[in-house]
């Protein structure tokens, strides 16, 4: 079982490039997250999704949007992206949303 | 606004001690409490979760408690392995749609051989 995959590993961005993070689980889970860890300010929710079809914003959601077309896809797009958004990004999903949460191995992103 | 936080930033022991990591929050009304860890690099590993109605939970040498009404929660590590140096993290869920759960900064442990 692979849990949860996200891609890219990592990746160099110019800045006013689009970029989309991609997060796969194959758990059948209904809630998936997007978070985004810096030094200093720790694991901040970007968006979620309660489940397929329906999304939500989090704390930190400007310059971010997702998409819930299935239940095992978030992905997470950057429409423009700016050097502030230089972080880990990490994708979790659990069964409903209070359940335990799990997390993917994050992508690395440098917008430049 | 929901706030927590860790105490200690960092840790360091011997191997064998017995150690505690403290986390704490500022709204009692939560849904649940969990403790992770994250190892240089990688992505969190969920430990334990504790539900509200709950004061405890145990997984093999790690036990976490909860204490609501004070904002409390402690995670206890019983023998400590070298292979235990993470950081650990604690969240909460202060409701049960998913969009405020509010992790705290973690505390880095060196457990040394």
């Known amino acids: 079982i692979a849990g949860i995959t996200q891609a890219p590993t990592s990746q160099i961005l110019a800045a006013g490039r689009r970029m989309t993070l991609r997060c796969t689980q194959d758990m059948r889970h209904n809630a998936m997250y997007w978070y985004r860890q810096d030094l200093g300010l720790g694991l901040r929710l970007i968006h979620y999704s309660n489940t397929a079809g329906t999304t939500g914003k989090g704390e930190v959601p400007d310059g971010y949007s997702v998409s819930r077309a299935n239940t095992d896809d978030f992905p997470l797009t950057l429409a423009s992206a700016v050097p502030s958004q230089t972080s880990v990004y990490f994708c979790?999903?659990?069964?409903?949303?209070?359940?335990?949460?799990?997390f993917g191995p994050g992508t690395r992103l440098t917008v430049t | 606004k929901q706030e927590v936080t860790q105490i200690p930033a960092a840790l360091s022991v011997p191997e064998g001690e017995n150690l505690v990591l403290n986390c704490s929050f500022t709204?009692?009304?939560?849904?649940?409490l969990q403790w992770f860890r994250q190892d240089p690099g990688k992505g969190l590993t969920s430990l334990l979760l504790?539900?509200?109605?709950?004061r405890e939970q145990t997984s093999g040498r790690l036990n976490a408690s909860l204490d609501k009404s004070s904002g409390r929660s402690t995670l206890y590590i019983a023998a400590s392995q070298p292979g235990d140096s993470a950081t650990y993290l604690c969240?909460?869920?202060?409701?049960?749609?998913?969009?405020?759960?509010?992790f705290g900064p973690g505390t880095r442990l060196s457990v040394l051989p």
């Open positions: 969240a909460v869920m202060t409701d049960n749609y998913g969009q405020n759960f509010v």
């Open positions: 709204d009692s009304a939560i849904y649940n």
């Open positions: 979790a999903s659990s069964e409903v949303a209070e359940y335990e949460q799990y």
């Open positions: 504790i539900q509200s109605s709950q």
